[in-house]
């Protein structure tokens, strides 16, 4: 079946760090959203990109949509303590209707 | 709105036993998704509804089985459980106003089987 691929799985950074996570499909998407999940809780939607080389920014994130679709990023600048949790990606595939796969997620642990 | 509400939040069962795990909205979302998720691991969708009276099995079904009466309501259930089953399951739903719509999730219900 069609997957989703991130990476890293685990991510220390210190408070004031960047952090990156990226997806992969090895097919186009149709668009990809990401949900934050703090620990012990459920995930939230952060955002959807729908076109190719899309950028989109929320206060310190950034969002980007690869030109053929088949990859996305997740970019924090400067990250804080409530940053901490897990970051997935989940895509969608045009025969999919509104199924999405997620990712396996990128855990983001943030040191004071 | 409650949004996304999952019954019980917790909850230990023997194997063989089997259990109905609840999930209930009231956004009026056509769409509705079972998940569960490991620990450590992403989320995999075991089954999901477009709309009353239509399920259709997801990535990991076996084991499962839902119902979906009305449109409000999409309960899961676990016949002979077996530890392999030990997880968080999260329930979700979406509009059905377009294909691109968020998922809103419930807390999710953590389920043990000894």
């Known amino acids: 079946g069609q997957q989703v691929m991130q990476i890293p799985q685990y991510q220390h950074v210190q408070e004031g760090e960047d952090f990156t996570t990226y997806c992969n499909s090895s097919?186009?998407?149709?668009?990809i959203q990401w949900y934050k999940q703090r620990p012990g809780g459920h995930p939230v939607f952060l955002i959807q990109?729908?076109?190719?080389?899309e950028v989109k920014k929320q206060k310190r994130l950034t969002f980007q949509f690869g030109e053929a679709k088949k990859n996305s990023s997740l970019h924090i600048t400067a990250t804080q303590t409530t940053d901490v949790g897990t970051y997935f990606c989940a895509g969608r595939w045009g025969n999919a209707g509104n199924m999405l796969t997620f990712g396996g997620g990128t855990r983001l642990m943030v040191k004071p | 709105n409650a949004g996304v509400t999952q019954t019980p939040k917790f909850r230990i069962l023997k194997i063989g036993q089997s259990m109905t795990l609840q999930c209930a909205q009231d956004?009026?979302?056509?769409?509705m998704y079972w998940y569960r998720q490991d620990p450590g691991m992403g989320l995999k969708l075991i089954y999901y509804s477009v709309g009353a009276g239509i399920t259709d099995k997801g990535e990991v079904p076996n084991g499962y089985n839902v119902s979906r009466s009305t449109t409000e309501d999409f309960p899961l259930r676990l016949e002979l459980a077996a530890p392999s089953q030990t997880s968080v399951y999260f329930c979700a739903s979406s509009s059905s106003t377009g294909l691109d719509q968020p998922q809103h999730f419930g807390d999710g219900t953590r389920l043990s089987i000894l």
């Open positions: 097919t186009t998407l149709s668009n």
């Open positions: 990109l729908v076109k190719s080389g």
């Open positions: 956004m009026n979302h056509n769409y």
